[in-house]
Protein backbone atom coordinates (compact mmCIF):
# COMPACT_ATOMS: atom_id res chain seq x y z
CA UNK A 1 0.00 0.00 0.00
CA UNK A 2 1.14 3.42 -0.83
CA UNK A 3 1.69 6.16 1.98
CA UNK A 4 -0.42 8.58 0.64
CA UNK A 5 -3.42 6.03 0.84
CA UNK A 6 -2.48 5.17 4.17
CA UNK A 7 -3.27 8.42 5.18
CA UNK A 8 -6.87 8.11 3.86
CA UNK A 9 -7.54 5.58 6.73
CA UNK A 10 -10.16 6.77 9.30
CA UNK A 11 -9.15 6.95 13.05
CA UNK A 12 -11.47 4.08 13.64
CA UNK A 13 -9.89 1.83 11.20
CA UNK A 14 -6.09 2.89 12.63
CA UNK A 15 -7.91 1.66 15.90
CA UNK A 16 -8.85 -1.60 14.62
CA UNK A 17 -5.42 -2.08 13.36
CA UNK A 18 -3.95 -1.94 16.26
CA UNK A 19 -6.48 -4.31 17.56
CA UNK A 20 -5.70 -6.70 14.97
CA UNK A 21 -1.85 -5.88 15.62
CA UNK A 22 -2.36 -6.62 19.34
CA UNK A 23 -4.03 -10.04 18.84
CA UNK A 24 -1.70 -11.00 16.08
CA UNK A 25 1.21 -10.43 18.69
CA UNK A 26 -0.64 -11.95 21.59
CA UNK A 27 -0.78 -15.10 19.12
CA UNK A 28 2.62 -14.83 17.95
CA UNK A 29 3.06 -15.24 22.04
CA UNK A 30 0.78 -18.05 22.78
CA UNK A 31 2.29 -19.62 19.58
CA UNK A 32 5.45 -19.51 21.41
CA UNK A 33 4.77 -20.27 24.98
CA UNK A 34 3.02 -23.43 23.06
CA UNK A 35 6.79 -24.67 21.52
CA UNK A 36 8.53 -26.83 23.21
CA UNK A 37 10.56 -25.77 25.47
CA UNK A 38 13.54 -27.86 23.83
CA UNK A 39 12.89 -26.17 21.12
CA UNK A 40 14.17 -22.33 23.01
CA UNK A 41 17.90 -21.85 21.99
CA UNK A 42 17.14 -22.22 18.20
CA UNK A 43 16.88 -24.73 15.22
CA UNK A 44 18.04 -28.54 15.82
CA UNK A 45 20.66 -29.44 13.69
CA UNK A 46 21.16 -32.66 12.00
CA UNK A 47 24.49 -33.68 10.35
CA UNK A 48 24.44 -36.40 7.86
CA UNK A 49 28.05 -37.92 6.79
CA UNK A 50 28.83 -37.49 3.09
CA UNK A 51 28.35 -41.25 1.91
CA UNK A 52 26.90 -39.66 -1.07
CA UNK A 53 27.10 -36.10 -3.15
CA UNK A 54 25.26 -33.68 -1.06
CA UNK A 55 22.91 -32.56 -3.66
CA UNK A 56 21.64 -36.10 -3.57
CA UNK A 57 21.90 -36.72 -0.04
CA UNK A 58 20.06 -32.76 1.21
CA UNK A 59 16.61 -33.27 -1.14
CA UNK A 60 16.30 -36.72 0.72
CA UNK A 61 17.25 -35.78 4.39
CA UNK A 62 15.04 -32.58 3.91
CA UNK A 63 12.07 -34.98 3.54
CA UNK A 64 13.00 -36.53 6.94
CA UNK A 65 13.71 -33.42 8.88
CA UNK A 66 10.37 -31.64 7.68
CA UNK A 67 8.62 -34.85 9.40
CA UNK A 68 10.71 -34.16 11.95
CA UNK A 69 9.85 -31.21 12.38
CA UNK A 70 6.04 -31.57 12.59
CA UNK A 71 6.68 -34.35 14.79
CA UNK A 72 8.54 -32.15 17.44
CA UNK A 73 7.08 -28.51 16.94
CA UNK A 74 10.71 -27.41 16.26
CA UNK A 75 12.96 -26.27 13.51
CA UNK A 76 15.43 -29.03 11.89
CA UNK A 77 17.97 -27.79 9.90
CA UNK A 78 19.79 -30.55 7.93
CA UNK A 79 23.88 -30.23 7.13
CA UNK A 80 26.07 -32.73 5.00
CA UNK A 81 29.44 -32.56 6.43
CA UNK A 82 32.76 -31.92 5.11
CA UNK A 83 34.11 -35.64 5.98
CA UNK A 84 33.63 -38.32 8.81
CA UNK A 85 36.37 -36.10 11.65
CA UNK A 86 34.59 -32.89 10.80
CA UNK A 87 30.60 -34.37 12.04
CA UNK A 88 32.28 -35.73 14.95
CA UNK A 89 33.95 -32.75 15.58
CA UNK A 90 31.06 -30.94 15.28
CA UNK A 91 28.95 -32.76 17.64
CA UNK A 92 31.68 -32.74 20.29
CA UNK A 93 31.78 -28.65 19.87
CA UNK A 94 28.25 -28.99 20.56
CA UNK A 95 27.09 -27.64 16.91
CA UNK A 96 25.40 -30.75 16.22
CA UNK A 97 22.25 -31.87 17.93
CA UNK A 98 21.85 -35.24 15.73
CA UNK A 99 24.08 -36.57 13.77
CA UNK A 100 23.85 -39.64 11.06
CA UNK A 101 26.93 -41.86 11.54
CA UNK A 102 28.65 -44.98 9.88
CA UNK A 103 29.41 -47.95 11.99
CA UNK A 104 32.87 -47.01 12.84
CA UNK A 105 32.23 -43.28 12.62
CA UNK A 106 29.69 -43.79 15.28
CA UNK A 107 32.35 -45.80 17.30
CA UNK A 108 34.66 -42.29 17.43
CA UNK A 109 31.14 -39.76 18.32
CA UNK A 110 30.15 -42.37 20.84
CA UNK A 111 33.99 -42.44 22.37
CA UNK A 112 34.63 -38.60 21.75
CA UNK A 113 31.61 -36.62 21.49
CA UNK A 114 29.54 -38.87 23.99
CA UNK A 115 26.96 -39.63 20.69
CA UNK A 116 23.78 -41.84 21.98
CA UNK A 117 22.30 -44.09 19.39
CA UNK A 118 18.68 -43.05 18.60
CA UNK A 119 17.36 -45.42 15.84
CA UNK A 120 18.67 -47.11 12.89
CA UNK A 121 17.07 -48.38 9.55
CA UNK A 122 13.97 -51.19 9.65
CA UNK A 123 13.36 -53.54 6.68
CA UNK A 124 9.65 -53.94 5.39
CA UNK A 125 9.65 -57.00 7.43
CA UNK A 126 10.16 -55.17 11.07
CA UNK A 127 14.04 -55.78 10.95
CA UNK A 128 17.31 -53.93 11.22
CA UNK A 129 18.99 -53.71 7.91
CA UNK A 130 22.57 -54.36 7.76
CA UNK A 131 24.62 -53.72 4.24
CA UNK A 132 28.00 -55.39 3.26
CA UNK A 133 31.06 -53.80 2.01
CA UNK A 134 32.92 -55.65 -0.78
CA UNK A 135 36.21 -55.00 -3.60
CA UNK A 136 35.33 -55.28 -7.43
CA UNK A 137 37.58 -55.57 -9.99
CA UNK A 138 36.63 -55.78 -13.76
CA UNK A 139 34.98 -59.05 -14.90
CA UNK A 140 38.54 -59.62 -17.29
CA UNK A 141 40.90 -58.79 -14.56
CA UNK A 142 44.14 -61.33 -13.87
CA UNK A 143 43.65 -60.62 -10.08
CA UNK A 144 41.21 -63.39 -8.67
CA UNK A 145 41.92 -63.45 -4.64
CA UNK A 146 43.36 -60.97 -2.21
CA UNK A 147 46.17 -61.93 -2.62
CA UNK A 148 46.52 -60.89 -6.18
CA UNK A 149 46.13 -57.09 -4.65
CA UNK A 150 50.05 -57.03 -4.15
CA UNK A 151 51.90 -54.37 -6.06
CA UNK A 152 48.18 -53.06 -7.49
CA UNK A 153 46.15 -50.07 -7.45
CA UNK A 154 43.09 -50.44 -4.95
CA UNK A 155 40.77 -47.50 -4.60
CA UNK A 156 39.22 -46.63 -1.35
CA UNK A 157 36.30 -44.26 -0.25
CA UNK A 158 36.90 -41.75 2.38
CA UNK A 159 39.31 -41.94 5.27
CA UNK A 160 37.24 -42.99 8.42
CA UNK A 161 34.30 -44.95 6.72
CA UNK A 162 33.67 -47.95 7.64
CA UNK A 163 32.73 -50.02 4.45
CA UNK A 164 35.05 -47.80 2.19
CA UNK A 165 38.21 -47.48 4.25
CA UNK A 166 38.17 -49.68 7.68
CA UNK A 167 36.82 -52.79 6.53
CA UNK A 168 39.00 -53.59 3.30
CA UNK A 169 41.84 -53.20 4.78
CA UNK A 170 40.71 -55.23 8.23
CA UNK A 171 40.14 -57.48 4.69
CA UNK A 172 44.15 -56.89 3.88
CA UNK A 173 45.17 -57.45 7.46
CA UNK A 174 43.28 -60.83 7.71
CA UNK A 175 44.88 -62.25 4.60
CA UNK A 176 48.48 -61.31 5.75
CA UNK A 177 48.52 -58.74 3.06
CA UNK A 178 50.85 -55.29 4.60
CA UNK A 179 49.34 -52.20 3.31
CA UNK A 180 52.31 -51.03 2.25
CA UNK A 181 52.38 -54.31 -0.37
CA UNK A 182 49.23 -52.34 -2.26
CA UNK A 183 49.06 -48.97 -3.75
CA UNK A 184 45.97 -47.72 -1.44
CA UNK A 185 43.98 -44.93 -3.32
CA UNK A 186 41.42 -42.52 -1.17
CA UNK A 187 39.34 -41.68 -4.01
CA UNK A 188 37.23 -39.14 -2.11
CA UNK A 189 34.09 -41.35 -1.40
CA UNK A 190 32.34 -44.46 -2.08
CA UNK A 191 30.90 -43.02 -5.90
CA UNK A 192 34.66 -41.46 -6.59
CA UNK A 193 35.76 -45.11 -5.81
CA UNK A 194 33.81 -46.69 -8.30
CA UNK A 195 34.14 -44.21 -10.98
CA UNK A 196 38.16 -44.89 -10.52
CA UNK A 197 37.62 -48.49 -11.25
CA UNK A 198 34.52 -47.63 -14.56
CA UNK A 199 37.57 -45.41 -15.78
CA UNK A 200 40.43 -47.68 -15.43
CA UNK A 201 42.87 -45.85 -13.16
CA UNK A 202 43.15 -48.36 -10.96
CA UNK A 203 42.97 -52.15 -10.84
CA UNK A 204 40.39 -52.83 -8.07
CA UNK A 205 37.65 -50.74 -6.21
CA UNK A 206 35.71 -51.39 -3.01
CA UNK A 207 32.45 -50.90 -3.82
CA UNK A 208 29.28 -51.44 -0.67
CA UNK A 209 26.10 -52.82 -1.35
CA UNK A 210 24.43 -49.00 -0.95
CA UNK A 211 26.36 -47.44 -3.26
CA UNK A 212 26.02 -50.58 -5.52
CA UNK A 213 22.53 -50.26 -5.32
CA UNK A 214 22.46 -46.64 -6.35
CA UNK A 215 24.53 -47.02 -9.03
CA UNK A 216 22.47 -49.24 -10.49
CA UNK A 217 19.57 -47.74 -10.25
CA UNK A 218 20.74 -44.71 -11.61
CA UNK A 219 22.35 -46.82 -14.73
CA UNK A 220 26.08 -46.13 -13.81
CA UNK A 221 26.94 -49.81 -12.99
CA UNK A 222 26.58 -53.16 -14.31
CA UNK A 223 27.90 -55.92 -12.08
CA UNK A 224 27.81 -58.19 -14.89
CA UNK A 225 30.93 -56.01 -16.06
CA UNK A 226 32.78 -56.11 -13.02
CA UNK A 227 33.65 -59.25 -10.36
CA UNK A 228 33.89 -59.54 -6.56
CA UNK A 229 36.55 -61.06 -5.12
CA UNK A 230 36.20 -59.72 -1.48
CA UNK A 231 32.43 -59.74 0.62
CA UNK A 232 32.26 -58.64 4.20
CA UNK A 233 29.87 -60.15 6.76
CA UNK A 234 26.76 -57.85 7.20
CA UNK A 235 26.92 -54.88 8.49
CA UNK A 236 24.02 -52.97 11.24
CA UNK A 237 23.24 -49.74 8.95
CA UNK A 238 23.94 -46.40 10.32
CA UNK A 239 22.76 -45.02 13.94
CA UNK A 240 20.66 -41.23 14.17
CA UNK A 241 22.43 -39.97 16.79
CA UNK A 242 21.73 -37.44 19.51
CA UNK A 243 24.30 -35.41 21.62
CA UNK A 244 25.14 -36.21 25.37
CA UNK A 245 24.50 -33.00 26.11
CA UNK A 246 21.16 -32.15 24.55
CA UNK A 247 17.89 -32.14 27.13
CA UNK A 248 16.86 -34.99 28.13
CA UNK A 249 13.30 -33.95 27.29
CA UNK A 250 14.29 -33.22 23.65
CA UNK A 251 16.18 -36.69 23.69
CA UNK A 252 12.91 -38.48 24.48
CA UNK A 253 10.95 -36.56 22.35
CA UNK A 254 13.30 -37.27 19.00
CA UNK A 255 13.07 -40.74 19.89
CA UNK A 256 9.91 -40.96 19.87
CA UNK A 257 9.19 -39.05 16.79
CA UNK A 258 11.75 -40.95 15.15
CA UNK A 259 9.97 -44.52 15.93
CA UNK A 260 6.93 -43.19 14.66
CA UNK A 261 7.81 -41.22 11.03
CA UNK A 262 5.49 -43.03 8.39
CA UNK A 263 7.68 -45.27 6.01
CA UNK A 264 7.08 -42.38 3.25
CA UNK A 265 9.01 -40.06 5.63
CA UNK A 266 12.03 -42.29 5.48
CA UNK A 267 11.74 -43.91 1.91
CA UNK A 268 14.23 -41.32 -0.10
CA UNK A 269 17.33 -41.93 2.74
CA UNK A 270 16.39 -45.61 2.60
CA UNK A 271 16.79 -45.83 -0.97
CA UNK A 272 20.79 -44.46 -0.58
CA UNK A 273 20.96 -47.04 2.17
CA UNK A 274 19.51 -49.81 0.37
CA UNK A 275 16.64 -50.20 2.19
CA UNK A 276 13.74 -50.02 -0.10
CA UNK A 277 11.06 -50.68 0.70
CA UNK A 278 11.59 -49.55 4.07
CA UNK A 279 9.88 -50.52 7.38
CA UNK A 280 9.42 -47.71 10.54
CA UNK A 281 13.22 -46.65 11.73
CA UNK A 282 14.21 -49.21 14.96
CA UNK A 283 15.57 -48.49 18.10
CA UNK A 284 19.40 -49.41 18.69
CA UNK A 285 22.00 -49.09 21.49
CA UNK A 286 25.63 -49.30 21.83
CA UNK A 287 25.58 -52.79 22.26
CA UNK A 288 23.96 -53.24 18.40
CA UNK A 289 27.52 -52.16 17.08
CA UNK A 290 29.69 -53.80 19.63
CA UNK A 291 31.24 -55.79 16.59
CA UNK A 292 32.61 -52.45 15.43
CA UNK A 293 33.96 -51.56 18.78
CA UNK A 294 35.89 -54.48 18.22
CA UNK A 295 36.81 -53.79 14.98
CA UNK A 296 38.20 -50.70 15.84
CA UNK A 297 40.31 -52.04 18.91
CA UNK A 298 41.52 -54.70 16.80
CA UNK A 299 42.86 -52.32 13.64
CA UNK A 300 44.32 -50.31 16.28
CA UNK A 301 42.16 -46.77 15.40
CA UNK A 302 42.67 -43.16 16.59
CA UNK A 303 40.95 -40.54 16.00
CA UNK A 304 43.91 -39.83 13.31
CA UNK A 305 41.86 -42.51 11.03
CA UNK A 306 38.64 -40.96 10.49
Not at 37 to 52: H, K, L, R, S, T
Not at 174 to 201: D, K, M, R
Not at 245 to 267: G, Y
Request: aromatic fraction near 8%; glycine fraction near 10%; charged fraction near 20%.
Amino acid sequence: MKISQAFKFSAVSLGLLALTACGSAQADEQADSAAPAFCADGPINFGIEPYEAPAKLEPAYGVLADALERELGCEVEVQVVEDYAAEVLAMRNGKLDLGQFGPVGYVFASQQAGAEPLVSFGTAQGELSTYTGGIWVAKDSEIKTLEDLRGKDFALGGVGSTSGDVLPRYALKTAGIAESEVNLNYAGGHPEALLALANGTVDAAQLNSQTQAVAEEEGTFNPEDYRQIWTSEPIPNDPITISADADPELKKAVKHALLNLPEEDIAQVGAFLDVTPPGPLLEVTKETYGPLFDLASEMGLTEDDI
